[in-house]
């Protein structure tokens, strides 16, 4: 009995990350419960605290409660744990499991990333994890320190290094946390370029997933990308720069948001709400205030997200770009999608459709389950949901008047969100067996 | 030059529906702009003209314009043209192209038709567009003499005959024209059964499409339904059943909508509701008094719509359930999607993921561009699209406030929408020439 379900856990990665995850957050639940997590000195109350648990470990960042003020150093330090463990840890596992997970992976998928890693041995597993590892601390170490040295200008430096480094690690985890306090986010930092520019770096490089850090690395060297580092960086620099584009047009002449700001920091403004959807979730503008365009723009930057294997969520770059070159291709009459002059195997392209079509339909569903219990503007709802399964953390200021009801929605996003609909479908689902017998086709009508 | 443009023209059937909707609408709006066509007696401008004509020969229904007061007899009778040729000329094309256009359909897909039809020769072509418009007229009829008889009661012989007529043909050919008056479509007879069930009747009629009316017809030859037919019906079946079930529940405590009505009525009003977003957009409830989620939830039942080959939009039934069954396929790890224990080819599958990802974009793309021109609710604008662009022609009252660049939007959308976003773009696309080489297979990583 213990045996077998052993087996059952052991027998599916997909399980494994989804027990593991659930473990983790439990745990962090417990510890944000304690009086000596809270300035107040009292116990938060469950939900409150299963909600800032899950939303740090799927590295998501909508909070019920204002990290700056409510969490002491203690309560904060849980939650840096949790970001730094959900974002990195994942991202560990996730580059792990498309290294040497033989049952969900093709022959070719293994080659493309022994290619890029070079490693194919017990060995080339553990010098993997450690480069991811590396990778990671460097970066987040960079970050922590030129943050630090902004910061220095404005409060103790004491306080400096601990918001460099609580920054530096949420951004980088593209976790969206912050202890600016009140909610408040980037926003006093809406026209400074130091934060912005290290924060944006931040969050990009953690957006890119490690197999194209490491191929960037290896650019030096070798001169040459993969394909799916081609995808990534054209597909991020694409939403990027027109994401940056569209916002700056819709809200130039918005009093509420940009208007008010120099020609630099608009610009500025422009490029940070662009990156955060990729799934950092800070804003430096207030984003209830923001246009009803923008803001249904923002959400259909969220529903992208980031890129595969890295710390952000969304349906991910690569997925876009298979969606992109899927509809051109039918619209051309082709059979094949191209990419950077290389096709994409069928079996990619309906998986992209598929991950975009199960990721929409539990939008759709939340937010209709959201729109009979919750009494806000159906976008404000869409955004909220939007940005809890993308792990972004972006809101409207839903979040702070969710009901219990709510709340349990959006944990539930978030969770299933940061793993993947695809992957919860496979840890949940019976083991496929072998195949005995396949039906006969059938022919129906299609649009 | 010129024999050249007709080449153009004539090469392409998608192309050469796209222009013959484009002259019947031209012709329309020339008609409706006469002074003959306005009880005032005074030109109507051509933008209204447009909307109208376009609303009309795309049988979708939103009018800037009450049909019931606006126009004369003689506009009414144009807009009835226009209904007839679109809804009932479209199915005929629809069905004659499935039939025998051999470039875009696979022998396969003309196999089932034959068997449908039990046709092969010119003759059977002939045969075949005489059983289409017969089994349409026989259907019109029997509703207009049924609704005359009920509008006896109400007025005049005379008025009860035409508007019997008028209504029976607008609800067979999923026109979701009224000639109530004020815009009230059917909410004077919330409560009546014989006008409910007779309009639903022929809603479902017209939305089912000829090849599965033709299967009913014979089954009791036959004794035995297409694959295509049983998902047709099945997938009508649950989404009118689940539809009516889930707007009962949500409306039923709503002061401004169902809670004044008996038991009886309320679930009259339920599946009348239910039925009308597949896809004849005539509502016996007021759209915008409704509860948010109930709105929300229309605007999924309208992107779904009717079945291929009917006088309905939005992406079909058999998309749908396609999309169902490539969902369960996935999450349980199996290669085929297997309806009614027929497996689907991948390509069709690939093309249900293709046109539903395609309508969303449009969808998505055109909310965008009227949240930055109309001040309005999102989910008000969201309606209205998903309505003009399934040619439902429900609305939660935009488009009697639409600026002029709404107007345009949503004239593009009505005409995108019931030439279908794919047809649409084979009409423009090139015509893919002889595949000379294959790209190369290239990898990324999705999800
Ligand atoms: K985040
Ligand atoms: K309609």
Redesign the pocket.
Known sequence: MFASSLRWIYGSPPRLLMLGFAAIIAVGTLLLGLPAATVAGETTSVIDALFTATSAAC???LVTLDTGTHWTLFGQLVILALIQVGGLGFMTMATLFAFFLKRRISLRERLILQEALNQTSMEGIVRLVRRVIVYALVIELTGAILLSVRFLLDMSPGRAIYYGIFHSVSFF?????DIMGQYRSLTDYAGDPAVNIVSMLLIVLGGLGFIVLSDLIDWRRTRRLTLHSKVVLATTGFLIGFGALVIFVFEYTNSASMQPLGFGEKLLAAFMQSVAPR????NSLDIASLRQATQFFLVLLMFVGASPGST??GIKTTTFAALIGAVIAMIRGKDDVVLFRYRLAQERVYKALTITLLSLTLILLATMLLSATEDHHFLKLLFEVT?AF?????TMGLTLELTMFGKIVIIVLMFIGRIGPLTMGYALGRKPGRVLFRYAEGKIIIG
């Open positions: 590295v998501t960042g985890n593209n976790a969206g946390f799934t950092a979730g800070v952000g969520g940005s993308s792990t972004v953390g972006m």
